[in-house]
């Protein structure tokens, strides 16, 4: 599982297209979690498809 959840993580990262620095402080703070945020994400869209098709549009929606 936890592989699969790196998998993951990098292919939202790479789909995510971000160009805005990520905040120091934010950073910092997410290093601290006693959970995994990635798995919150998915539980909140309702499912990895979910978050991917999310990040997908929203990376379609900058690039419009």
């Known amino acids: 599982m936890h592989d699969q ?3 993951d993580l990098l ?7 971000s ?3 990520e905040n120091p402080d934010l950073k910092e703070e997410r ?4 959970f995994n945020p990635l798995e919150l994400t998915f539980l ?3 499912g990895r ?8 549009i929203g ?3 900058q690039n419009s």
């Open 5 to 7: 959840n790196e998998a």
């Open 11 to 17: 292919l939202l990262k790479h789909n995510m297209g």
């Open 19 to 21: 160009q805005r620095p």
């Open 31 to 34: 290093k601290k979690c006693t």
């Open 44 to 46: 909140l869209d309702g």
């Open 49 to 56: 498809t979910n978050t991917k098709e999310r990040k997908l």
């Open 59 to 61: 990376k379609y929606q």
